[in-house]
């Protein structure tokens, strides 16, 4: 059976295109608007925040909610870094000597050296790392799986270690973050996230057939508490679970769309940036910054 589902990466490539489009929009204006508004402060004292033809305040505007996603951005790149070295350490103390199953399936999978086992009788498998990603199984899933599903299970996580699904999805994380104000972004990351897993499944189906991989699926649940906010790919996904199961049945899969309260605050907030960066080039046209700034 042919399966056929997104594979995520047209939503990450599309996320990452529209937030350097608009970094180009903003950072010459928001550079600009910086240097425009430090002298009418000089000038003019505070006031020269709010008053004055044209007026300032679509650049004011403009340099908030930029610090504002670049303060988020930077706490959302402090948090990935945490929680990965975090992870790192629950790793490490948890370290138990891999099954001769696990050892055998992780060689067939291409996976050998990259495979570690903890102990933990709750099952699951996930991939972390950011430039080197690895694979964490507990002893528990190795020990509740068949030698087909765990191949099954390797094969999925060895599609997010191709693709470094892990170090993509902090990324997405971190720009949706930056652009706060669309939230169009954040489905992406979704989406992104969100079809990464139904195509490792679909790799894993096309090596190892539709019931392995359904076995594995229902025998796996979420990675434990502290994996949680590191970037990992599980392959026991609760919040995907049915839409998983549903291409593993009829071959086809279909994610949510962007609602309409999020479409329409999107589309206001493009209005609002248009606003900004218009009455920012106002402000800059009878500047005598403008010429630098163009240079």
């Not at 240097?35 to 650049?59: F, Y």
């Not at 191949?151 to 999925?156: D, E, K, Q, R, S």
């Not at 998983?244 to 589309?267: D, F, H, K, M, S």
Request: glycine content about 8%.
């Amino acid at each position: 059976m042919r399966l056929r589902a997104p594979s995520g990466n047209r939503a990450f490539w599309l996320l990452v295109g529209l937030a350097g489009l608009i970094r180009t929009a903003v950072m010459l204006a928001a550079c600009c608007a910086a240097a425009l508004l430090a002298l009418r402060v000089a000038d003019q004292g505070v006031t020269g925040l709010w008053s004055g033809t044209p007026s300032p305040l679509p650049a004011v505007a403009l340099l908030i909610v930029l610090a504002a996603g670049a303060i988020l951005a930077a706490f959302s790149a402090l948090r990935t870094v945490r929680a990965s070295a975090a992870f790192r350490r629950a790793v490490r103390t948890g370290l138990a000597q891999a099954p001769v199953a696990l050892r055998h399936a992780a060689g067939e999978t291409g996976l050998a050296g990259r495979v570690s086992a903890v102990a933990d009788e709750r099952p699951y498998a996930l991939t972390h790392g950011l430039f080197r990603p690895r694979v964490v199984v507990s002893t528990g899933l190795a020990a509740l799986l068949s030698p087909a599903e765990l191949h099954a299970v390797l094969i999925h996580e060895h599609a997010h270690v191709r693709s470094r699904d892990p170090l993509k999805a902090a990324l997405a994380r971190m720009l949706a973050g930056r652009y706060f104000f669309l939230p169009l972004l954040h489905h992406l990351t979704e989406r992104y996230t969100d079809g990464r897993e139904l195509a490792a499944d679909r790799r894993a189906v096309a090596a190892c057939g539709t019931g392995p991989v359904a076995g594995a699926l229902l025998k796996t649940v979420d990675g434990p508490a502290w994996a949680a906010t590191a970037p990992a790919a599980a392959m026991g996904s609760a919040r995907l679970l049915d839409v998983r199961i549903r291409q593993l049945e009829t071959g086809t899969a279909t994610l949510g769309r962007l609602g309409p309260r999020p479409l329409v605050t999107t589309l206001l907030a493009a209005a609002a940036l248009a606003w900004a960066l218009t009455g920012t080039a106002v402000v800059l046209t009878v500047s005598p910054l403008v010429g630098c700034c163009i240079g």
